[in-house]
């Protein structure tokens, strides 16, 4: 009998590094049997982003239909734009044996672990919110009013950091990376913090 596979949710504020570190992880070899739970958007593929691989992009109308079929194990409207994840994806690769990593908001964690319990949530953070408006600053894919609505979101994120079993801060992307890899290989790692130590830490400059 093949054992059920492990769900690792990582959720960060946007500029964080996120993604880098996934697609990492992903080709690391310290890691086996892991595999990217691709979430679905409605929004647009920014440059680089490939269909299949980066998001399922989708058109608003067809996402819709998606909900109201029940397709979603979790979905969430952000930034004006939808975001989900496909149930029937992830429990077959659970099933099946593999451990299935996915990319989700705070919003997205929360309901995945009230229907699964048993979920292991990372949260993947800066040093300092200095530092992440000017990684936004600098990545330059949004406008004014975008970046200042997914500063704004940050500050709501920390604040659910209770939520999570780790807090990854990445400054150095090899040590974010090898707290990540021992997270997903041992289940051991750097534990999220209370929110009051984070949010001190998170706005001291």
């Known amino acids: 009998m093949i054992a059920k ?3 690792f949710v990582v959720s960060a504020p946007s500029g964080s590094g996120k993604s880098t570190l996934i697609k990492a992880l992903l080709k690391d070899k310290r890691v086996h049997n892991l595999v990217y739970a691709v979430s679905h958007t409605s929004r647009r593929p920014r440059p680089g982003e490939i269909d299949g691989e980066d998001y399922v992009f989708v058109s608003p109308e067809d996402f819709r239909a998606m909900i109201v ?3 979603f194990l979790e979905w969430t409207k952000t930034y004006d734009y939808y ?3 496909s149930a029937k994806r992830i429990m077959l690769q659970l099933d099946y044996g593999y451990n299935v990593i996915t990319d989700v908001d ?3 964690a929360k309901a995945i672990r009230d229907l699964f319990p048993e979920a292991i949530l990372i949260f993947i953070s800066v040093p ?3 530092i992440l408006k000017e990684r936004l600053s600098r990545r330059a894919t949004e406008t004014l009013k975008d970046e200042e ?3 704004a979101k940050a ?3 920390v604040a659910e950091i209770e939520v999570f079993d780790f807090l990854i801060v990445n400054d150095d992307m090899e040590k974010a990376l090898s707290e990540l890899v021992e997270v997903i290989n041992t289940g051991e790692g750097p534990r999220a913090p ?3 130590e984070l949010w001190e830490e998170f706005f001291k400059c």
């Open 5 to 7: 596979g492990k769900l």
């Open 149 to 151: 609505k997914r500063l």
């Open 128 to 130: 300092s919110f200095k």
């Open 83 to 85: 975001y989900g994840t």
């Open 106 to 108: 705070v919003v997205g």
């Open 69 to 71: 079929n029940g397709e």
């Open 155 to 157: 500050r709501s994120e």
């Open 194 to 196: 209370s929110k009051e």
